[in-house]
């Protein structure tokens, strides 16, 4: 018969390898490598879409968008499992006593930096077009009621976010949800009005990624711009989520504050794309 602190050793064991499945190894775990198949799927899907245009086309057209999809899904499964698994599976039991959050603001902080460079990419070819004879060719109308509809929602939610977050410091429970859901609300908003973009472009007027360089430049920072918004509102729905469950408060909020980050980094984002290629693209150099 066991002592009561082997009796806890072992069953600290047992905890150790369900928190570390599959391994059974402290701090190893498997679903980097899920995140990482999920985003050779994306971007295979992404280059099978090409292969499948056109008149002689090698694969049919439903192959890459099929791809890409379940690329995506399976990103946001792996990303779900590594964040549950790093974050949430021994929440209760974890002091914050001790806690760096510095470091978590610090690596998404760095995180935002990578992204600024790769959106930097884009615009830097979007001024390279721009260089030649402008415009391109006949251009799609852009300025319409659903980029404003679109600019409204992003910006509001910039600050229901803002005031959700001092609600949840102040102790508002009640306010902090109501502004949290908001803000998710208003993220959905965005994304449907850009798919209802999309449509209205694709299908009744026939622009679409391979219309000229400007078809490129435009879907291709307006697509990366709103799949950040989609991951932005998948975050926020997972910090409602946490927070109706009761698991944030102003001293566990080291998530909200990194999301935060994030949100306002792409609300700033798509002021520039407004003023670039939705304004911009009106006017000649």
Same mark, same amino acid.
């Given at each position: 018969?066991?002592?009561?602190? %082997?009796?806890?050793?072992?069953? &600290?064991?047992?905890?150790?390898? $369900? ?6 190894? %402290? ?18 899907? !992404? ?23 379940? &690329? ?6 792996? !990303? ?29 902080? =760095? ?8 959106? +930097? ?12 004879? $402008? ?22 939610? +910039? ?10 410091? %102040? ?13 998710? =609300? =208003? ?44 991951? &932005? ?5 997972? =910090?409602? !989520? ?27 984002? $798509? ?12 006017? +000649?150099?």
């Amino acid at each position: 018969m066991g002592t009561t602190s %082997e009796t806890a050793e072992e069953t &600290g064991e047992d905890e150790a390898l $369900w928190r570390d499945f599959p391994t059974g190894h %402290e701090e190893a775990t498997w679903w980097p490598v899920a995140c990482t198949i999920g985003l050779i799927g994306l971007y295979f899907g !992404a280059g099978l879409y090409f292969f499948g245009t056109g008149e002689n086309a090698p694969i049919p057209p439903t192959i890459g968008p099929v791809v890409f999809a379940l &690329g995506s899904l399976g990103f946001i499964a792996g !990303a779900f499992g590594w964040f549950y698994q790093g974050f949430l599976v021994d929440f209760w039991t974890r002091s914050t006593e001790g806690r760096e959050p510095g470091a978590l603001r610090g690596a998404m902080i =760095l995180f935002i930096l990578t992204d600024i460079a790769t959106f +930097s990419a884009g615009f830097v070819y979007y001024a390279f077009i721009r260089v030649d004879q $402008w415009p391109p060719g006949e251009l799609p109308e852009l300025l319409t009621p659903v980029l404003i509809v679109n600019t409204v929602a992003l910006v509001a939610s +910039s600050f229901t976010l803002h005031y959700a977050h001092q609600g949840l410091e %102040e102790g508002n429970r009640r306010g902090f949800l109501g502004l949290l859901g908001v803000t998710i =609300l =208003l993220g959905v908003i965005f994304v449907s009005g850009q798919i209802y973009e999309y449509y209205t472009l694709v299908v009744h007027e026939g622009f679409t990624f391979t219309t000229g360089i400007f078809g490129s430049a435009f879907f291709g920072l307006t697509g990366l711009h709103g799949l950040h918004v989609l991951a &932005g509102t998948i975050f926020l729905g997972i =910090l409602f !989520a946490r927070g109706l469950l009761g698991q944030l408060s102003d001293g566990r909020d080291t998530s909200m504050v990194t999301v935060s980050y994030y949100w306002h980094f792409v609300d700033v984002v $798509w002021i520039f794309i407004i003023a670039l290629l939705y304004f911009g693209a009106e006017f +000649s150099l």
